[in-house]
């Protein structure tokens, strides 16, 4: 059995200032979302996915793991927005099991309302608060993170893997 190796005080206020941020962060973004678009951030980062693929579709799996979303999770959202006309789904011709998802018109026409306001509340509160030189860093050390993240996803046996592989 190994001993815990625990943070030192700098690392315990960099994790701590790290929390803040990325719970801030959430809330107030889906919060102007939800003021400005009557969405989610969680519609709308499953929306922009579709607007930027190729014809705006993408496979559920797909969707999912781009997401960081359960399957139980996706299909919820996709039935709603489904639901609402924002979305459609078919059978994957490639994939006998699986489902393709495409952006609608309606659904491309409430992204292209919601962006310019998403856009400006991203540019306020991240990069208009930053240095140039820290938005490189900031995209170092995400990808450093999340590079470690996928590492230790791999590593691990027990069954509680990242979320987005879970059925």
Not at 49 to 55: E, N
Not at 104 to 111: A, F, I, K, V, W
């Amino acid at each position: 059995m190994t001993s815990t190796r625990w943070l030192t005080p700098e690392e315990m206020r960099a994790w701590i200032d790290f929390m803040d941020c990325s719970t801030l962060l959430s809330d107030y973004l889906d919060q102007q979302l939800r003021r400005d678009a009557g969405m989610t951030h969680a519609d709308y980062s499953l929306l922009a996915r579709l607007s930027g693929a190729p014809d705006r579709t993408l496979g559920m799996s797909s969707l999912a793991e781009q997401l960081k979303f359960t399957r139980s999770r996706l299909t919820r959202a996709v039935v709603r927005l489904e639901e609402s006309g924002f979305v459609q789904r078919r059978a994957d011709p490639a994939d006998g099991r699986g489902q393709l998802v495409e952006l609608t018109d309606q659904g491309m026409e409430l992204m292209t309302k919601a962006a310019p306001g998403h856009v400006a509340a991203v540019r306020r509160v991240i990069f208009d608060a930053l240095s140039p030189e820290q938005a490189e860093q900031l995209a170092t050390i995400s990808a450093a993170i999340t590079a470690a993240l996928k590492q230790a996803d791999k590593e691990d046996t027990y069954p509680s893997t990242l979320p987005w592989h879970r059925r």
